[in-house]
């Protein structure tokens, strides 16, 4: 390391490994422990000559240079990363809870607080990553994590990581892409109200607004904003309000964040704390 730089320089040698906690597409993410601080991370493998073979060595130095700027509660943290000949490690945050996902699937579907808690949470991390000029987290159940406390955590993994219970369609599902992404325009940060309208429907129904046999079918409810409410289950009304204002095909018309963190939903059920003490880790 260069004799300026202050960042500890890592290595395996200061890890002791634990189970695996999941494979990803370019490796496998492992529950680990800092020797002498016996900090708990979650370390994730990366195999050199898969990254390779998809030329993506910038994407991914340019993704950690990102990734360890971010400093927010619910934005899983990079502490840092090291490499040996055939291998790349991140050093991340252990999201004790696992997959927000898994919750969603075993419950059904969440109760309006803490779906409220969870939106309030996901625009809060980015209003903080559009303060930063970073857009598009990513921000779809897969890619939400919970902590030890119920506290949700987007962690980007800069490539879909095909973990145990993820959805099949999971990697090319086209359910989250906003109308000006299907048409291929260009997108901003509206882009991310977008996707924050079609978790809120996911987390109180069970499953994204515009779902469809085919992927061709998904974009065309998606061009329609074929939005319908099923009446079960019960859904209160300021919560379809927020997601019809959410849904807009228009990007300049859709709830800014700061918009949808005085949403009287929002207000009334959102835990300010942002942890939800009734998800059972
Ligand atoms: C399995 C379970 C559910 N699991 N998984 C995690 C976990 C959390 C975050 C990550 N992050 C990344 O992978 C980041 C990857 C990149 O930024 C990247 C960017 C560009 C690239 F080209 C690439 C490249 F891979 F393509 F090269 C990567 C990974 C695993 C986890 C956790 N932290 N705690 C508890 N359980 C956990």
Known sequence: SDAGNTEKQWSL???????????????????????????????????????????????????????????????L????????????????E??????????????????????????????????????????HRDIKPENLLLDHEGRLKIADFGWSVQSSNKRKTMCGTLDYLAPEMVENRDHDYAVDNWTLGILCYEFLYGNPPFEAESQKDTFKRI???????????NVSEEAKNLISQLLVK????????????????????????GVCASIDI
């Open 94 to 135: 252990y999201a004790h809870g696992g997959e927000l996902y898994g919750v969603l699937k075993q419950n059904g579907h969440l109760t309006e607080q803490q779906a409220a808690t969870y939106i309030a949470s996901l625009s809060q991390a980015l209003a903080y990553c559009h303060g930063k000029c970073v857009i």
């Open 250 to 273: 228009d990007p300049s018309k859709r709830l800014s964040i700061e918009k949808i963190m005085q949403h009287p939903w929002i207000v009334k059920n959102a835990d300010p704390k």
């Open 13 to 75: 040698a200061d890890f002791e490994i634990g189970r695996p906690l999941g494979k990803g597409k370019f490796g496998r993410v492992y529950l680990a422990r800092e020797a002498k601080s016996k900090y708990i991370v979650a370390l994730k493998v990366i195999f050199k000559e898969q990254i390779e073979k998809y030329k993506i060595h910038h994407q991914l130095r340019r993704e950690m240079e990102i990734q360890t700027s971010l400093r927010h509660p619910n934005i």
């Open 77 to 92: 943290r990079l502490f840092g990363w090291f490499h040996d000949n055939e291998r790349i490690f991140l050093i991340l």
């Open 223 to 233: 061009l329609k904003i074929d939005l319908s409410f099923p009446l079960t289950p």
